[in-house]
């Protein structure tokens, strides 16, 4: 049965996915699971950098969302602390306005057993569109900023956050009640389930 699949063996099985063979850069699963995280970060695709780094948010919006946790690299790439499971694991392809959406086939194909090996969580971050309209899709049909400012609404399990990129520093400044008063509830929560290396 699929939601019994070691988490080991599921990040194999994973890792050597080809679903989709008609990526212009070829499929390269990137995410980080352990049975034992107690924190997951539930982002949007890998982007081009990523994909050819091969490791998830090494890059500035991965430099902020450290800061936002309120941890190291050595603790955010400790898959027994953290976990990161994108809704697309593979980088999708650029259009018009930037990076395309995740793929489609990705969630159907993998979320459910994936989750579901993950019996340690305590906290799921759920950054962007996508993730929101699969993880919480009642607040499918708010803006990213409304549903992001109804935070308590679903915390202490789960948070809603606005993606980190560099992008959106616009938004940051035009919204400073998220820094003022997300960010030090994160940080605090965050220091509560997982030991800082």
């Excluded at 430099?63 to 955010?76: C, E, I, K």
């Excluded at 159907?108 to 950054?127: D, F, G, H, N, Q």
């Excluded at 699969?134 to 948070?159: D, F, I």
Aim: hydrophobic fraction near 40%; glycine fraction near 6%.
């Amino acid at each position: 049965m699929a939601d019994s699949i070691p988490t080991e063996t599921l990040l194999e099985k994973v890792r050597a996915c080809t679903i989709c063979k008609d990526l212009p850069l070829g499929p390269r699963p990137i995410l980080q699971i352990s049975s034992h995280a107690k924190l997951l970060i539930i982002g949007q695709a890998p982007g081009r950098i990523t994909h050819q780094k091969g490791v998830p948010f090494d890059d500035p919006s991965g430099d902020r969302l450290r800061n936002w946790l309120g941890v190291n690299r050595s603790t955010f790439y400790d898959a027994s602390k953290i976990a990161i499971v994108p809704m697309g694991f593979c980088f999708p392809g650029t259009g018009k306005g930037g990076d395309l959406p995740p793929r489609s086939e990705c969630a159907p194909a993998w979320r459910k057993p994936i989750l579901a090996s993950l019996v340690s969580i305590e906290l799921t971050l759920i950054i962007g569109r996508y993730a929101i309209d699969w993880h919480l899709p009642e607040y499918s049909g708010h803006t990213v900023t409304a549903a992001v400012q109804s935070w308590t609404n679903v915390w202490p399990s789960q948070l809603i956050l606005p993606h980190p990129s560099p992008r959106n520093n616009r938004w940051l400044k035009s919204n400073p009640w998220f820094e003022d008063d997300v960010i030090p509830a994160l940080r605090k929560r965050t220091k509560q389930l997982i030991t800082i290396s």
